[in-house]
Every structure is written in structure tokens, then in C-alpha cells.
């Protein structure tokens, strides 16, 4: 099963490092573990950094329920983490990846109920591959939780991110914002994982970590990332034919909506005999808005509505074995009535 980041929370990274006391709205450095008291008020720390570095943060405390936030030099909010952590989920845990050279800060505070009592904040620096469109990196990470990539790109970029391997790795982006977007373990041909057509929905630096699916570290056996500028797809009234099983096992679709407009959504199979299955939901949100699966359907009709205005992803999923011609797909969407 893949392991859920939710805003980087679950990162694990060790590094020795020293032990200092210190107090609030002073500057800290990567490598630093910082020992103090909160006496009710947030306490804050500023931090300079590199474009693309990757910063994991960490806030521990016996005594209240932590929260972590990074901002820029205008107040900008980078991320926040609130139970990503241990201690059952009330310590913070979160890992951003700067947008640009500058002056940050670091905000903690009691998420909650009691706000006084004494904590351990950490700040562990950890490098990030750039990558660039185009682009194909083969790397080994044995022993290794995590493996971090950054890459700059534009507000409607549409980009194919895969990660082929022998061993059972699973990806997840993140925004500029540094939450995560996306999550893939096996998307891909051979269970490889594959993000397919994301389009980008803000000019920014995002990150790739790559880990493996369900052990704690990856083993020895490389792994080749790949970034591919791809063409977006479009769907509306006009049906679009989709080919799923051959070049991967999945193909995504991109429409607009209006919270509250009923839509329909229908499709048609050009082979009955093989089944596919839908998700609906918008990027970045964990849970799907809408799935469907079926059967040796030759016909699909499915009406819908969204509770949110905004570009939807449409995900065509091929559930099983498709044989070597694949399965042929022909998409509409339109307001209903």
C-alpha cells in the first residue's frame, strides 16, 4: 500500500547535529536543534536559504500540540504542518522546498488547547536534484528513506513524471507551496509509478521525492526519473478518443466546471469485453470526487455534479490486462439538460 506524505509528514531524515538553547526571533541554520520554552505566544525564527534547497523541519513536544510554519520575506505562507510527526501525530513534521534565494521564517506554535511547555525543533537540510523537461536521471538511493528532485516550471506546463525501477518505488509532487499535489505508486507500465498529464497550476519551483512503497528505506537498485512536457487534453462537448494499456496504464483528462452545475459525463467503449475505470477529482485534494468502474460496459452516461468551481482531473484507469491492442476510449462532457 503507498504510504500517504499528506504535507511531507512521515519524512525521516537523521543527522547529527548540536544542541543549543535558545530563544525566540533569532536566526537559526540548517543543522541546528533548538531547545526552548513556549510560554503561550508563537515564537519564531528566520532562516536563509537558496533557491530549491530542501529545508525538514521538525517540532517535538511532550506538553502541547505542535504546529510548524514557513513563510518568505513578504509573509507568504511556504507550508505548515500540524501532526505529521510523532508522539500519535501531535508533533509536526514538514519539508518545504524554497521558491527563491532569501530570508525565511519559521513559526511554531501550540496548534491548539495547551500552549506552554518545552520543545525540540529541528532544521535538516537536505539536497535536491534539479531536473529539467526533458530530462532523465538515473540514481541509486540504497539505504536511502527519500530521495529529493526540484524542478522550475509554468502555470499550464502539462508533464509526464515517471519513475522506472526494479523495486517498488511510489512518487509525490509538491506545489510551490510545498504541499504535495499529486501521489503514484503504479500507474505506469509494470506497476512503475507515473504521473500522467499533470498540469502545472502556478509558475514555481516543485519537488519529486521518490520513496519506496511500503519499506522504510529503498535498496540498491537504480532508478531512472524521467520529466516529459506532453500535451494537455481537453475534453468537452466534442467527444476525445483515449488508448489506455499499451504506453501506460492510465491517461488523464482536464475540464472546467462550476460549483453547483450539473454535467454530464458519458463514454464510449470501442471494446465492451475489456473494463476501465474514472476518478474525478481536483488537483491537490486527497480524496476523489467521483469513481466509477466497470464491466463489459459498451456505453457509460454519468451525471455529476461539483461542489467547487476549478479544472477537474478526469483519470482513465486500466484495472486489468488489456492484451497487446490496448482499449480505445471516446470521452465527452457537457452541462447537463
Same mark, same amino acid.
Given at each position: 500500500?503507498?504510504?500517504?506524505?499528506?504535507?511531507?509528514?512521515?519524512?525521516?531524515?537523521?543527522?547529527?547535529?548540536?544542541?543549543?538553547?535558545?530563544?525566540?526571533?533569532?536566526?537559526?541554520?540548517?543543522?541546528?536543534?533548538?531547545?526552548?520554552?513556549?510560554?503561550?505566544?508563537?515564537?519564531?525564527?528566520?532562516?536563509?536559504?537558496?533557491?530549491?534547497?530542501?529545508?525538514?523541519?521538525?517540532?517535538?513536544?511532550?506538553?502541547?500540540?505542535?504546529?510548524?510554519?514557513?513563510?518568505? =520575506?513578504?509573509?507568504?505562507?511556504?507550508?505548515?504542518?500540524?501532526?505529521?510527526?510523532?508522539?500519535?501525530?501531535?508533533?509536526?513534521?514538514?519539508?518545504?522546498?524554497?521558491?527563491?534565494?532569501?530570508?525565511?521564517?519559521?513559526?511554531?506554535?501550540?496548534?491548539?488547547?495547551?500552549?506552554?511547555?518545552?520543545?525540540?525543533?529541528?532544521?535538516?537540510?537536505?539536497?535536491?536534484?534539479?531536473?529539467?523537461?526533458?530530462?532523465?536521471?538515473?540514481?541509486?538511493?540504497?539505504?536511502?528513506?527519500?530521495?529529493?528532485?526540484?524542478?522550475?516550471?509554468?502555470?499550464?506546463?502539462?508533464?509526464?513524471?515517471?519513475?522506472?525501477?526494479?523495486?517498488?518505488?511510489?512518487?509525490?509532487?509538491?506545489?510551490?507551496?510545498?504541499?504535495?499535489?499529486?501521489?503514484?505508486?503504479?500507474?505506469?507500465?509494470?506497476? /512503475?509509478?507515473?504521473?500522467?498529464?499533470?498540469?502545472?497550476?502556478?509558475?514555481? =519551483?516543485?519537488?519529486?521525492?521518490?520513496?519506496?512503497?511500503?519499506?522504510?528505506?529503498?535498496?540498491?537498485?537504480?532508478?531512472?526519473?524521467?520529466?516529459?512536457?506532453?500535451?494537455?487534453?481537453?475534453?468537452?462537448?466534442?467527444?476525445?478518443? $483515449?488508448?489506455?494499456?499499451?504506453?501506460?496504464?492510465?491517461? =488523464?483528462?482536464?475540464?472546467?466546471?462550476?460549483?453547483?452545475?450539473?454535467?454530464?459525463?458519458?463514454?464510449?467503449?470501442? /471494446?465492451?469485453?475489456?473494463?476501465?475505470?474514472?476518478?474525478?477529482?481536483?488537483?491537490? /485534494?486527497?480524496?476523489?470526487?467521483?469513481?466509477?468502474?466497470?464491466?463489459?460496459?459498451?456505453?457509460?452516461?454519468?451525471?455529476?455534479?461539483?461542489?467547487?468551481?476549478?479544472? $477537474?482531473?478526469?483519470?482513465?484507469?486500466?484495472?486489468?490486462?488489456?492484451?497487446?491492442?490496448?482499449?480505445?476510449?471516446?470521452?465527452?462532457?457537457?452541462?447537463?439538460?
Amino acid at each position: 500500500m503507498m504510504k500517504k506524505f499528506g504535507a511531507f509528514a512521515g519524512v525521516a531524515l537523521l543527522l547529527l547535529v548540536s544542541v543549543s538553547l535558545v530563544s525566540a526571533q533569532q536566526a537559526v541554520s540548517l543543522g541546528d536543534t533548538l531547545q526552548g520554552g513556549l510560554t503561550g505566544d508563537p515564537v519564531t525564527f528566520s532562516i536563509e536559504l537558496n533557491a530549491g534547497d530542501v529545508v525538514t523541519i521538525t517540532a517535538e513536544s511532550t506538553d502541547f500540540d505542535s504546529y510548524v510554519a514557513v513563510s518568505d =520575506v513578504d509573509g507568504n505562507l511556504i507550508g505548515e504542518n500540524d501532526d505529521g510527526g510523532a508522539n500519535f501525530g501531535l508533533n509536526s513534521n514538514l519539508t518545504v522546498v524554497a521558491p527563491a534565494d532569501g530570508t525565511y521564517t519559521i513559526e511554531l506554535r501550540a496548534a491548539f488547547g495547551n500552549s506552554q511547555g518545552t520543545y525540540t525543533l529541528r532544521i535538516v537540510g537536505t539536497e535536491a536534484t534539479q531536473v529539467t523537461y526533458g530530462s532523465s536521471t538515473e540514481f541509486s538511493a540504497a539505504e536511502e528513506a527519500n530521495k529529493f528532485f526540484s524542478f522550475t516550471g509554468a502555470a499550464g506546463d502539462v508533464l509526464d513524471i515517471s519513475a522506472v525501477s526494479e523495486q517498488d518505488v511510489q512518487i509525490a509532487i509538491t506545489g510551490p507551496d510545498s504541499q504535495v499535489l499529486i501521489e503514484d505508486d503504479d500507474s505506469g507500465l509494470d506497476n /512503475d509509478p507515473l504521473v500522467r498529464r499533470l498540469r502545472l497550476p502556478e509558475d514555481g =519551483v516543485y519537488g519529486i521525492i521518490i520513496s519506496h512503497s511500503w519499506q522504510e528505506v529503498m535498496d540498491e537498485n537504480p532508478i531512472t526519473l524521467s520529466v516529459e512536457e506532453v500535451d494537455d487534453l481537453v475534453v468537452g462537448p466534442e467527444p476525445v478518443t $483515449v488508448k489506455i494499456g499499451i504506453q501506460s496504464d492510465i491517461d =488523464v483528462l482536464h475540464f472546467d466546471v462550476e460549483a453547483g452545475q450539473p454535467y454530464t459525463l458519458e463514454i464510449q467503449n470501442h /471494446d465492451p469485453e475489456q473494463s476501465f475505470s474514472i476518478d474525478m477529482h481536483f488537483l491537490g /485534494d486527497e480524496y476523489t470526487s467521483g469513481e466509477l468502474r466497470t464491466y463489459r460496459a459498451s456505453r457509460v452516461v454519468m451525471d455529476f455534479t461539483m461542489d467547487q468551481s476549478g479544472t $477537474v482531473r478526469l483519470t482513465i484507469n486500466n484495472p486489468g490486462w488489456q492484451g497487446e491492442t490496448g482499449n480505445t476510449l471516446a470521452i465527452s462532457v457537457q452541462p447537463a439538460g
